[in-house]
């Protein structure tokens, strides 16, 4: 079956540290893979997707960036975090043939910076 | 600019009775429909979903509307229990490899 897995739970981090959130996928090969961030009304906001290894995509200009440099682990890093940078982030993963309800999440990271 | 909007931020409904939670979309692309359900410290899971060549799908206690031209659908449970309580998101896809979420609608269900 597949699982996956996402890491730290929580993180606590001072403004101007670097950051680096990683997730991986069991159980499946070549999955789309997801950064979403949940911040205080707005909802889920979907930061970066990737359908391949070095392929990304970013939705929303911000101070963080993603890499992909296998095929089921994806990161999630800053060099300098904003205290705007707080929230819920969220990995997720979908088959590409896969239908579209098909998206599974990740337990999430609480980061805060102070 | 936000696609999906769920304009409640929060809603307060007694056990056993209706809980209707409301979606509103602006990009006439998307079809296909999703709700989510979130509790805190957890990733969301996946409760139902609507397709656009449809106006309902239900799944036992959960009933979710679609209004094409009003660019609208809504989650129906009923009844309502204590469990239910947690984030609601709506989501929807343009058929891309993107599922674009609202900002999510608190339920709590009371006794």
Known sequence: ?114 | DQQVKQNSPSLSVQEGRISILNCDYTNSMFDYFLWYKKYPAEGPTFLISISSIKDKNEDGRFTVFLNKSAKHLSLHIVPSQPGDSAVYFCAASDNTDKLIFGTGTRLQVFP
């Open chain 1, 1 to 114: 079956s597949q699982t996956i897995h996402q890491w730290p739970a929580t993180l606590v981090q001072p403004v101007g540290s670097p950051l680096s959130l990683e997730c991986t996928v069991e159980g499946t090969s070549n999955p789309n893979l997801y950064w979403y961030r949940q911040a205080a009304g707005r909802g889920l906001q979907l930061l970066f997707y990737s359908v391949g290894i070095g392929q990304i995509s970013s939705e929303v200009p911000q101070n963080l960036s993603a890499s992909r440099p296998q095929d089921r682990q994806f990161i999630l890093s800053s060099k300098k975090l904003l205290l705007s940078d707080s929230g819920f982030y969220l990995c997720a993963w979908k088959r590409q043939s896969g239908t579209v309800y098909g998206y599974t999440f990740g337990s999430g990271t609480r980061l805060t910076v102070v």
